[in-house]
């Protein structure tokens, strides 16, 4: 059964569009209509900029904490915080790093920080962040000082669930998709490229593999236990128990009971496939989601299919699938959308968001019936997060 907010409840709000790129970090607004754009930016002009996520959680007596996840070139891999919407940053005082080796002993140091993610409404502060290698970090500050979660990190598996750190990932390997249960604090996700999707219920302190049903065609062993190469893992806050990944594989859904990843992309037009990076939810509907499928042939050009770029939605759960590229270029568009780089605000109707390798910023005010570019000539986009504009 669907849970949907009915529009009376929906006051349209103003968006902004939070875009990392390969050549630093830009924030695009908008009115609640959505119909012109302002381009604010760039921010650490010339770094890497890998995610920006604004915390969600209410903030009565203070501004929302906005984190970036930046490379840069002088500090390395780090985390930046802002208290006025993008105006001034901070670094973090102690951004997310393993610890240092012992003599003898092999160690591991962060390349960067990918992915950003607030902890639960409970724990006002809180945050999770993935890196590269895998490694999983919390904060309890708002992003100030970080912690590494030490269940994960210093697993006696962790060398075999993510391969000893080295994959085919061509940015290199990466946990994202980190999930907290809205009903636990103490429920968590993750995906990995390479490892697959672990599960922990105590925050954190112990992990399971739950990659059940998922294929791994690149693998020894299809059904393996762990190896496999989740491309992005969505949860539903009103259907917390219903979990969607995009995978290297195709696109799965999970219900959280049976335990097993059932493939819902078997469904989709035989000449696009089901191979692609993002997947995005609609925030009021649990069955409805988005894809944006790429080129996954043998050589994996990762383009869009025949130079033909299109989204696809499902409004029941994956049984069905519909092409959305109207205002799409209808050919000679040779580009594609990385796992974190489409997004949805929380309007109604909804708007739908893209960023693409090159550079271009693609907005939908319709749920995906008709496509406008909003921005163009950016760098490389990696990541794009809608937000509500402060």
Request: one cysteine or more; hydrophobic letters at 35%.
């Amino acid at each position: 059964m669907r849970a949907r907010a009915t529009p009376a409840s929906l006051p349209a709000r103003p968006v902004a569009l939070l875009v990392a790129t390969r050549k630093g970090a830009f924030i695009l607004k908008a009115d609640a209509a959505r119909r012109a754009w302002k381009t604010v930016g760039p921010m650490f002009f010339g770094h890497i900029v890998h995610h920006m996520a604004l915390d969600p959680r209410p903030a009565p007596r203070a501004p929302r904490t906005l984190l970036v996840a930046a490379r840069t070139g002088h500090l390395g891999p780090t985390v930046f915080r802002s208290q006025d919407f993008g105006r001034t940053w901070k670094e973090a005082s102690r951004p997310p790093a393993f610890p240092k080796a012992q003599p003898g002993q092999k160690g591991r140091v962060v390349d960067h920080v990918f992915w950003l993610a607030p902890g639960h409404p409970d724990e006002p502060g809180s945050w999770y962040a993935g890196t590269s290698p895998q490694g999983l970090f919390r904060s309890d500050d708002g992003g100030d000082t970080w912690a590494p979660v030490a269940g994960f990190n210093d697993h006696p598996m962790y060398a075999k669930w993510t391969g000893d750190e080295q994959d085919g990932t061509p940015d290199g390997p990466k946990l994202h998709s980190i999930l907290v249960d809205p009903r636990d604090a103490g429920h968590l996700y993750i995906g990995m490229s390479g490892g697959g999707v672990f599960e922990s219920t105590d925050k954190g302190a112990s992990w399971a593999p739950l990659n059940k049903g998922c294929a791994a065609d690149f693998l020894p062993h299809p059904e393996a236990e762990y190896g496999h190469d989740p491309h992005c893992v969505r949860l539903h806050p009103l259907a917390p128990d219903v979990l969607y990944q995009q995978n290297h594989c195709g696109i799965y859904r999970m219900a959280r009971g049976e335990g097993r990843w059932v493939r819902i992309g078997a469904r989709m037009p035989k000449k696009v496939g089901d191979i692609g990076f993002p997947l995005v939810l609609h925030p009021r509907d649990p069955e409805t989601l988005w894809v944006f499928p790429m080129d996954g042939t043998t050589v994996w050009p990762r383009t869009s299919p025949g130079g033909r770029p299109a989204a696809y939605v499902s409004r029941n759960s994956g049984r069905t699938w519909q092409r959305q590229d109207k205002g799409l270029p209808p050919s000679q568009g040779w580009f594609t959308v990385k796992r974190q780089a489409m997004s949805a605000d929380g309007n109604d109707p909804v708007g739908v968001y893209f960023g693409t390798t090159n550079g271009e910023v693609w907005a939908s005010r319709n749920e995906g019936a008709s496509w406008a570019c909003i921005a163009r000539h950016l760098p490389h986009i990696y990541a794009v997060e809608a937000v509500p504009a402060q």
